[in-house]
């Protein structure tokens, strides 16, 4: 298996521009979670879904801010307008189920520049 | 709400010497406790995890962890640190709610192993 699997590896966008992240969860697992990495406030949950369908946005920070999950095998998320405080890795994991047993499997991340 | 303090940002130690990483976690109910490793460009890799059962657990890579509910800490341990054991550490604590699992985590520990 090829593990969750991100895109891209980096991103440096100027401010005001849109960015999209990419994730492909692991065959098979139907519950899929962004995270948000920073130095100031460490690994932050931002959403998560199940079946595709969104469960908790609440972790979102903005409104600029949206993720999508328009099938199993694929999740982005959008950030539009970008601001350079929106810098940080932005980590996708993906499980089986509702993650009872939690066996989360983190993608490599996307470190997002801003300038 | 849940949450988890590694009261130490970065720690060295010698190679060959032992390792403990400090992890104090707040959650009412009973735990479920995990410590998770980074590599330097990489996702977040499992460790470890305590569920429920003996307080003292096993990893992957010669560590272990111990749960102690008095002091509502889950510390990690190494007998003796390879320098390959440099990383970045998080613990985390889980929260089973309305059918869904989700983490939160510590900020970290950067370990740094000298010759």
Redesign the interface.
């Known amino acids: 298996d090829a593990g969750v699997i991100q895109s891209p590896r980096h991103e440096v966008t100027e401010m005001g521009q849109e960015v999209t992240l990419r994730c492909k969860p692991i065959s098979g697992h139907n519950s899929l979670f962004w995270y948000r990495q920073t130095m100031m406030r460490g690994l932050e949950l931002l959403i998560y879904f199940n079946n595709n369908v969104p469960i908790d946005d609440s972790g979102m920070p903005e409104d600029r801010f949206s993720a999508k999950m328009p099938n199993a095998s694929f999740s982005t998320l959008k950030i539009q307008p970008s601001e350079p405080r929106d810098s940080a890795v932005y980590f996708c994991a993906s499980i089986i189920g509702t993650g009872g047993d939690y066996g989360y499997t983190f993608g490599s991340g996307t470190r997002l520049t801003v300038v | 709400a849940q949450s988890v303090t590694q009261p130490d940002i970065h720690i060295t130690v010698s190679e060959g010497a032992s390792l403990e990483l400090r992890c104090n976690y707040s959650y009412g109910a009973t735990p ?1 406790l ?1 410590w998770y490793v980074q590599s330097p ?6 460790l470890l ?1 305590y569920f429920s059962g003996d307080t003292l657990v096993q990893g992957i890579k010669g560590f272990e962890a111990e749960f102690k509910r008095s002091q509502s800490s889950f510390n990690l341990r190494k007998p003796s640190v390879h320098w390959s054991d440099a990383a970045e550490y ?1 613990c985390a604590v ?1 929260e ?1 709610y309305s ?10 520990t950067m370990l740094l192993v000298s010759p």
Do not use: D, M, P, R
Request: hydrophobic share 30%.
């Open positions: 479920y995990f460009g990489q996702g977040l890799q499992l995890k998080f889980g089973f059918g869904y699992s989700t983490l939160t985590f510590g900020k970290g």
